[in-house]
């Protein structure tokens, strides 16, 4: 049936590299999975029938239709012209051939007949066969787009469908007045076909005339056919020599196309490595500064701890030169009332000169030798009593500081379990919130808004379509993948440039951006390369429907080659106790990881800060178990607390016994000293009484304004030494405050010194991994691309020098213009002009045999029944246009 299509052929157009169909002549249905190109092929047809790339819905421009890393793209469509309906069949024959070829700077469109041989090339040309077969590529009524398709079956049942559609194309108007029409064509045709009959067998006749002059004529014109066959032989083979020169130059100028993909790729491999060095630069740089850091922080410790110790044994020693100054006013005190005392007795010496004054004083002296010793014996006790009960009291206040940082740990524990729960039950709303929080969720709807300006739409995050075959594993997954489980991947630079800017608008700027090749099948790892050990890969505990997702996890994260363990003893025997082929990492379920490398083992405890474990699908036991455990530890805070409580009541009873007894012990030594004092005065009097002399009480009284004077000094600088004290128990308590708020800051700042290091280590890899590439496509390059186009160049000059040899040969017989003046030898080839000279010599045999007539009395008697119907055939002629024009 003319006007429609029996063949598709696509070269280098959206995902299709090089694809040919074959349509039949009813109904044709194209499946395939998402992705595949189905919809490629109709928006194919779209462009090569003159449609715009906006109204495709598919791109911005026909530059964009161009597969990635190719410098044009072809569409070739085989329309069928043969029937009543053909369109200039004398011009095309029984097929058009539509060819729309796309480069990045322009396009064209080139019309075909049946033979190859360009036609036209116009865009009126073109709208000519649009019009004539009435294909509206722009009308959704003759190509309906997802778009419309969705709309149109979203309106009412089908009934309603069809008759929206039939009302819409004019259809149902259409319809009845050609019924009408055609009504009185066939009346008119009946009248018109009985006149036409009635000429007919005159008209055979004259055919018959008419065939033998034409076979007589044909006889000659096989003859002279024969003759301009052979000089087209002749240079049928110039020709064919220089279709092969210019398939040659072809094929070189596509095999020199190559070299700058490659190169390109060599480049670009070269200049991630400057990228990579720069960043592994900084990375290494960021590490020795964290550990000149943690050098300097052990310092600033030790400096803390040494100010801290200076204030203690400043404080100490202010406490021991206030006691020592306090004991020798006490001494000083009691020193005064001893000279009072002497003072005392001397004048009563003075009046007591008898030998029962001597008596009453020994009696005396033994009386205050007993108090002496009793109370001796009582400072003893209260100083054992008073020690006892400190040592009690320190270890009161250390069961105070433990519990005090148990409830500190408990309440940083219980934050940490609630920040977690928070994550978890916004992930039960929305599992990709796991991989970017609120901001993922802004960038995928910048995606969907922005969906149109993609080649191909991105995929992403990338845990968002990876599901795990146990939640054990989630931890240790989640440890070993890490951001790469926050990444998003795109089909080529410029959709990255693109996601790039939906990532500012939804203010997600350090989005992570993998380029790959979708259309890259499912790799398939060969046995040998995999770890041999029994134990699972994170590649055989992941699934995921979209083959990209896991071809990225192993050619980024490696993930056919990390091993996964159930504690942390299987871990160490499996990375360290064998050298097991082709393992990179051995990571433990509940985080750590393990690795070797050469000589150098090395364990990593995991990543506490992080989000781990956001593969898991049983949200809602996970929820529950930290739920139970914050309950948990409040109920042990709230144990401790109460303890704490008690304890407090405990240190405030024992310190008030210990001031208590400090008391009573200061009170019996002050008691202790002044009977010793009163016992050396005893003994002073007795013996001036032996002496029977009288003692002037001048330096006495003399010695005791003196010790006024320097007791009112001692007190001063008493004063002054309690003005120091209070300054260094507050600069020892500010000196301790400081202590604990630094040694916080520095956990916090050296805690992300292992998150450094791995980063460090990432970038090593990337490193090494771009360096194989930039080693494999130089060595692609060198073999298969230079070699290559070496051998074509070869080939091109041979191809030179053979068509040199059969253009002199051509020339002898005759020259090129007479043979373009005979129409040329395009669509033959040497073989097929040399078959063709031997037919038409057989076929000039056997036709001369044939007729016996003279071709001039044949012409007379065909001219005299040929002027006798052309009459007739004139005034029937003028009907059947008439016909022809309403019809």
Known sequence: MAGTISRVRLENFMCHSSLHIELGDHVNFITGQNGSGKSAILTALCVAFGCRAKNTQRAASLKDFIKTGCSYAAIVVDINNHGEDAFKPEVYGNLIILERRISESSSSTVLKDQHGRKVAHRKDDLNEIIEHFNIDVENPCVIMSQDKSREFLHSGNDRDKFKFFFKATLLQQVNDLLVTIKEHLNNADSIVEDLEKSIRPVLRELDELREKIKNMEHIEEIAHEIENLKKKLAWSWVYDVDKQIEEQAVKLQKLKE????CQERIDRNAAIMVELRKEFIEKKENVRSFVEKTQEVRRMKEKLEHDIGEAVKLKMELEKEHARGTQVLNKMNNRVKQLQAQVHDFKLQRMQETQDEASQIEQDMQELQQEINSAHLNVTRLKEEENKLSEELRGIIKAIGDVEKEVDEGATRIRYLKSQMRDLQQRQGNKVTAFGGDRVLQLMRSIER????????????IGAHLQLASDSWSVAVDCALGRLLDAFIVSCHKDSLILRDCGKEANYRNVQIIIYDFAEPLLDIPAHSLPSTTHPTILSVLHSENPTVLNVLVDLGHVERQVLVKDYEVGKSVAFDHRIQNLK???TSDGYKMFS???????????????????????????????????????????????????????????????TLKRKREDEEWRLEHKKVQLDDTKR?????????????????????QLQEDIMNRKLVLQKIDVKLTGALQDENNRRASYKDFIDSANVEMGS?????HELQIVEEKLHAAQQEKAHYEDVMEKKVLAVIKNAE???????QLRQENYKKASIICSENEVEALGGVAGSTPEQLSAHINKLKQRFQQESRRYTESIDDLRALHNKKERKILRKQQMYAGFRDKLNVSS
């Open 450 to 461: 922005n969906c149109s300006r993609f080649k191909i739409p991105p995929i992403g995050p």
């Open 258 to 261: 190559r070299i700058p993909a």
């Open 753 to 757: 010194i292992n998150e450094v290091e």
């Open 685 to 705: 009097i007795s013996a001036n009484n032996s002496h029977e002399t009288v003692v002037d009480t001048t330096e006495l009284e003399a010695e005791m304004m």
């Open 794 to 800: 070869s080939e091109y000059t041979d191809l030179q």
């Open 597 to 659: 490398r050469g000589s150098v083992q090395t364990i990593l405890p995991p990543n506490r800060k992080g989000r781990a474990g956001r593969l898991c699908t049983s949200l809602g036991e996970r929820i529950a178990e930290m739920e139970k455990e914050a309950t948990g530890i409040d109920q042990i805070i709230k144990e401790r607390v109460g303890w704490g409580k008690e304890l407090g009541s405990e240190r405030k009873d024992l310190e008030d016994k210990v001031k």
């Open 585 to 587: 990492d051995v990571y």
